[in-house]
């Protein structure tokens, strides 16, 4: 399969510009391991956030309150994504997101968060997006055409980010991005009662004239900790939330559905999550999970005899697979979970195995 063959081709270049000692560090690390999830692969760009936000999961986790740079330089880092068994690597690969447990365009962190971006786009060339509460850096432009920058804000006060720079701000670097034909999305996360949607009308017009045309809307999700900092900046989310526990996260119960009718009112395209807007941004397709299909599915296009082959390679015997109403890969083996995750982010659909 062309995704299995992209990565040999990346891992020969990559070794050649490594040394020993860089590839064992990227081959040990955790983007060279972790299975992807249908909706991509994140990419860490360091590991904690000085910004503070009121409703921020990352500090129940265990990550700090001042944020580190990661340790791999960035051919490290797309070497170590390209190892990844799990992960198809090229243009129609896993999809990648930027941002995760840190905010990556903090000062400390902004150049390596380019510089990862570019070498993924580079090397690999998977389909990026990127997600801040920073104003996106301009050099964004030059990374991918397609490339996605989810544009993250609460509100338009900001009263739950203190100290991270205001949502105007962002939304105005955002919307300098469009003007260059980036691909911006406004990302309302997390929706909190009281907060988004005492201005969302406002914010919503603002987004639109500034250009934006896409928003998705992310539930927030609390622990024991975030429930007391919210209450600290006046906010009760108590009446929305069934059960709390120390540090696994409960979504609160606050419908989205308002929040999106509004914003099709105003003529938002709506998305369900932040991987369709990398989907969409890139002109492509999904079929991995239950939101989708996603994008253009008449893309979505599989070879059923360069899977045979594929599997046949990997050792599988008699293998017959067949498409069904294009949009669900049959196999009539079961495979290794390793193989079935690569397929499936090969080919952007779900592969179904016969029962045990
Ligand atoms: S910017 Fe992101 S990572 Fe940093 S505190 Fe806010 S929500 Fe958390
Ligand atoms: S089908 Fe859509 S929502 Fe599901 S993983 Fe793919 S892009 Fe994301």
């Not at 064992?24 to 360091?46: K, L, S, W, Y």
């Not at 170590?80 to 840190?102: E, I, K, M, Y």
């Not at 365009?105 to 510089?115: D, I, S, V, Y």
């Not at 990997?314 to 083996?333: A, F, P, T």
């Amino acid at each position: 399969m062309e995704a299995w063959r992209a990565r040999q081709r990346v891992i020969k270049t990559l070794e050649e510009k490594l040394s020993e000692e860089e590839r064992r560090e990227a081959r040990q690390d955790h983007h060279a391991r972790r299975p992807p999830r249908p909706c991509g692969i994140t990419i860490h760009t360091g590991a904690g956030c000085p910004l503070a936000c009121a409703y921020c999961y990352i500090y129940d986790m265990g990550f700090p309150g001042s944020a580190k740079p990661y340790k791999l330089s960035p051919l490290q880092l797309a070497y170590a994504v390209a190892t990844n068994p799990h992960v198809a690597v090229g243009p129609w690969g896993t999809l990648v997101a930027v941002g995760s447990v840190t905010e990556p365009f903090l000062p400390q962190t902004r150049e390596l968060a380019l510089g990862y971006m570019k070498a993924i786009a580079a090397y690999l060339g998977n389909p990026l997006q990127v997600s801040t509460k920073m104003p996106p850096p301009p050099e964004l432009a030059e990374v991918q055409e397609g490339l996605d920058v989810l544009i993250s804000v609460t509100d338009l006060s900001g009263k739950l980010e203190p100290r991270a720079p205001p949502p105007l701000e962002r939304l105005r670097a955002g919307a300098e991005l469009i003007k260059r034909g980036v691909s911006a999305t406004l990302f309302v996360r997390p929706i909190v009662p009281g907060i988004t949607d005492r201005d969302l009308t406002r914010l919503l017009a603002l987004a639109a004239e500034l250009g934006y045309r896409r928003v998705v809307f992310g539930t927030l999700r609390v622990t024991k900790g975030i429930v007391a900092r919210l209450r600290a900046f006046g906010v009760d989310v108590a009446p929305y939330v069934r059960e709390l526990h120390e540090r696994r996260q409960t979504p609160i119960r606050y419908p989205k559905e308002k929040f999106a009718a509004v914003a099709r009112q105003m003529g938002f395209e709506v998305l369900p999550a932040s991987c369709v807007a990398n989907v969409v941004a890139h002109g492509q397709a999904c079929a991995l999970c239950g939101w989708g299909p996603c994008g253009d599915v008449k893309k979505l296009k599989v070879d059923v005899r360069d899977v045979e082959e594929y599997l046949e390679t990997r050792g599988y015997k008699s293998v017959e697979v067949s498409v069904v109403e294009g949009l669900k890969i049959r196999i009539n083996k079961r495979l290794k979970p390793i193989d079935k995750i690569f397929l499936e982010q090969a080919t952007r659909l779900p592969v179904s195995e016969p029962a045990r």
